[in-house]
């Protein structure tokens, strides 16, 4: 069935530094590639997603990457600040069905000051 | 405009009971997908409901149930309550029959079995 691989678990960057978070896909199906932000006891929040015909995209500090062939995408973060401490996930979405979201098992994300 | 409200926000159940959580979708969607987060792992996708119907299910028993009214608003409910229940219920409407371009999650129902 359908599988969404992410990496790491956790994270701990300097402020400042860079972040990477890598996922892995596998219903080659899949052709919208969202990533959320999530705060202790809030809401996932969209931060930035890519479609499949797209493979890179650029919104502020934030970035997401995208290599189909290789069923890849990354999310990658620049200038950290503080405020990006939260669990980021990864999902894909089939184009076929209901278009339901498959999800990674998180990344905590933590950047110390 | 309000966004997706979920209610309750927290409920405490005892192993065998029921319960029924409630979505409201932001206004304009018509779609409602539920998603269940245990402690520490990402959504997992429970259903969809689209024009009163459920539209795709994943890998949950039918112990898991739900509804969708005119007013697009949605139930979710669990029969026969198990301790692996406990986690975070996410409500996503979305518009135009479920693109996930357009989700929109609410806050969630934490539930504890005990």
């Known amino acids: 069935g359908e599988n969404v691989e992410q990496h790491p678990s956790t994270l701990s960057v300097q402020e400042g530094d860079s972040a990477v978070i890598k996922c892995t896909y596998s219903?080659?199906?899949?052709?919208?590639f969202p990533w959320y932000k999530q705060e202790l006891g809030k809401r996932p929040q969209l931060i930035i997603d890519i479609r499949s015909n797209v493979g890179e995209k650029k919104d502020q500090r934030i970035a997401v990457t995208l290599n189909k062939t290789a069923k890849h995408f990354s999310l990658h973060i620049t200038e950290t600040q503080p405020e990006d401490s939260a669990v980021y996930f990864c999902?894909?979405?089939?184009?076929?069905?209901?278009?339901?979201?498959?999800f990674g098992q998180g990344t905590r994300l933590t950047i110390n000051p | 405009d309000a966004g997706v409200t979920q209610s309750p926000t927290h409920l405490i159940k005892t192993r065998g009971q029921q319960v029924t959580l409630r979505c409201s979708p932001k206004s304009g969607h018509d779609t409602v997908s539920w998603y269940q987060q245990a402690l520490g792992q990402g959504p997992q996708f429970i259903f969809q409901?689209?024009?009163?119907?459920?539209?795709q299910r994943g890998n949950f028993p039918d112990r898991f149930s739900g509804h969708q009214f005119p007013n697009y608003s949605s139930e979710l409910n669990v029969n026969a309550l198990l301790l692996g229940d406990s986690a975070l219920y996410l409500c996503a409407s979305s518009p135009q029959g479920g693109r996930a371009t357009g989700y929109t999650f609410g806050s969630g129902t934490r539930l504890t079995v005990v």
């Open positions: 409901y689209y024009e009163e119907e459920e539209r």
């Open positions: 219903d080659s199906a899949s052709n919208y």
């Open positions: 999902a894909a979405q089939s184009y076929w069905g209901a278009q339901k979201l498959v």
